[in-house]
């Protein structure tokens, strides 16, 4: 079993004439956290729009991780995460 989860506002880029961070760079970010570093990803973070249609400077991401009893999403929930240096804003993912 694996949850999945939205983070919002997470730095798409630092120029507006710049391409969006790519799936390793949003990884190499992400892992920075201590409570996400521990987990097995299952699901690579990557945007959850299309690169080509993100034209703000904040996007959103989605990843997903082993967790057998649900107890990994509860605690990531309730964690202050961040990404390039500024925080983000962690749900469950809904389908």
């Not at 521990?38 to 699901?43: D, F, G, S």
């Not at 989605?62 to 240096?85: I, Q, R, V």
């Amino acid at each position: 079993p694996w949850s999945k989860i939205i983070l919002s506002g997470v730095f798409a880029h630092t120029h507006r004439d710049e391409p969006v961070y790519t799936g390793e760079t949003l990884r190499e970010a992400l892992l920075r956290n201590p409570a996400i570093s521990r987990l097995n990803i299952t699901q690579n973070p990557r945007w959850v729009h299309l690169s080509e249609f993100i034209d703000g400077f904040k996007s959103s991401i989605s990843f997903a991780f082993e967790d057998p009893d649900g107890s990994n999403l509860k605690s990531l929930l309730k964690t202050n995460l961040f990404m390039f240096g500024a925080p983000v804003c962690a749900k469950r993912w809904v389908e």
